[in-house]
């Protein structure tokens, strides 16, 4: 009896056994600094050595640790060890162009294969003041959704929240109430990072105000003096002073904020709206058990959640051949065949494979927790171009992408020039969280926060970053 394959699935067999047909570049040896590409421990070195084999390129990742990134980074293009092409955050690309650090990619993607045919819209999105473009997305940029443990809402017999008086409610609940039944005094309610100032972060509280400079009505503006912003600050000292949030807010980095939540510490924390819900979960329920149930709500009362612009790809100065970095990298994981499976899935065998005739990820040996693996470099969910995807959807993700698509606003790029460049980083990354920590450990009011925070950003020229952000200056 003849087999009838799906037509999806001989795509997905064809491009994973490798079609021979496709042109390999000649040989060139480059470096990419990376941030979001599976780590060492996830099988990096397997990813390197198929991207080689397929494009006939040699390639070298660094990947400092993600704290560090962007420091690391930074400090690499001033010695000799600076790389060809590196993934960097959207704020830090005005920067790179100043510096002429990142190349232009316009005739590299006029004449390119895949990036091409996105359309004018999409492209014209990504130039910076001087029309070219010096970044390309790997990805979409996502946004971050507020979980919550449902499984400690019934065991408290609570409702998920969806309002603020609600809401607060429930974190007294975690709080006070023994949400995971283990008889100890051992939980709170809710954790943040970097004092509640990063506006991915942060959606629980902030609702519908803003911490950071964003784009509103057609100009940008600075969130954290708006009315909206003053009256997050006062949910936030309400419930910081109640003892309803981890106390380590001030100090938290993702990867601490994210562990809290996964050890059973907190039952809320607002995080990755993409393959992390299933990361969360797998984690989580090996932490505290089978029965662990998690559930991203949609905002509070008027609030909404934020689709960021993604890390974009830039080719740097130091590139000897900038257009074999280009179509080898950035424009072949668009090929909708060898190079995007690899991109999104990994190696067939290693972090995928068939499973009853399906394309499934793998489990990681080398997890702690014993889990699969959800993506190589592009999430699933995140994928930008118009490629029928040969693997579903995990189930577990689907819920969570439809609450954030239903309930988001897109950011936008922020191009700024010499004072931007400068002074924009130490304003958002210092000043507001120093000044956000002082106001809801008590050791100022609100009204002197925001006082001292006028004089401070006046200092560090915000109005000038403001209008050169709104192309005054």
């Known amino acids: 009896m003849k087999r009838i394959i799906p037509p999806l699935l001989l795509i997905f067999l064809v491009t994973a056994c490798g079609s021979g047909d496709i042109k390999k570049e000649e040989p060139y040896r480059f470096t990419a600094y990376l941030d979001n590409i599976i780590q060492d421990w996830e099988g990096q070195k397997v990813f390197i050595e198929e991207f080689n084999r397929l494009t006939g390129m040699e390639l070298d990742i660094v990947q400092p640790p993600h704290q560090q990134y962007m420091e690391k980074l930074m400090v690499s293009f001033s010695g000799k060890d600076s790389p060809e092409l590196c993934e960097i955050l959207p704020e830090y690309l005005s920067l790179l162009v100043s510096r002429e650090i990142a190349l232009p990619l316009d005739k590299y993607i006029e004449n390119s ?41 019934d065991n408290l017999g609570l409702e998920i929240p969806r309002t603020w008086e609600q809401f607060h409610n429930v974190l007294r609940a975690f709080t006070y109430d023994d949400p995971d039944e283990n008889g100890l005094d051992d939980t709170r309610g809710y954790t943040d990072v970097n004092s509640g100032a990063e506006d991915w972060y942060n959606r629980a509280i902030m609702l519908d105000g803003r911490v950071e400079i964003y784009w509103k009505n057609g100009a940008w503006v600075d969130g954290f003096t708006e009315p909206a912003a003053t009256a997050a600050l006062e949910r936030l000292k309400t419930i910081y002073q109640e003892g309803l949030v981890d106390p380590n807010i001030v100090t938290n980095t993702t990867f601490t904020a994210r562990n809290r939540f996964i050890n059973g510490d907190v039952g809320v924390f607002t995080y990755w709206g993409n393959h992390w819900a299933r990361n969360l979960l797998e984690r989580t329920g090996k932490v505290s058990g089978p029965e662990v149930e998690l559930v991203a709500i949609p905002p509070l009362d008027d609030g909404y959640y934020i689709k960021r612009v993604a890390p974009l790809l830039v080719i740097t100065s130091d590139t000897e051949e900038p257009g074999k970095v280009f179509s080898s990298f950035i424009d ?40 699969l693996f959800t993506k190589s470099f592009v999430p699933p969910t995140e994928i930008i171009n118009d490629w029928d995807q040969p693997m579903r959807i995990d189930e577990v993700i689907v819920p969570v992408q439809e609450t954030l698509n239903s309930n988001s606003r897109q950011e936008k790029i922020k191009f700024g020039k010499a004072n931007y460049d400068r002074y924009y980083l130490e304003i ?35 109005d000038k970053i403001l209008d050169e952000l709104n192309g005054k200056i």
């Open 113 to 153: 294969i895949h990036v091409s045919h996105f359309d004018d819209e999409f492209l014209d999105n990504l130039r910076s003041h001087d029309g070219h473009i010096y970044g390309f997305p790997a990805r979409d940029g996502g946004g971050c959704v507020t979980y919550i443990r449902k499984d400690w809402l």
């Open 332 to 371: 072949r994981q668009y090929d909708k065949g060898e190079i995007q499976t690899l991109f999104t899935y990994g190696v067939k065998g290693y972090h995928w494979d068939f499973v009853d005739g399906e394309p499934r990820f793998l489990i990681n040996q080398n997890d702690p927790y014993k889990v």
């Open 428 to 462: 958002e990354r210092s000043l507001k969280p120093d000044i956000i920590s002082r106001i809801i450990n008590g050791g100022i009011s609100i009204e002197e926060g925001l006082s001292e925070y006028r004089r401070k950003a006046a200092e560090l020229s915000l």
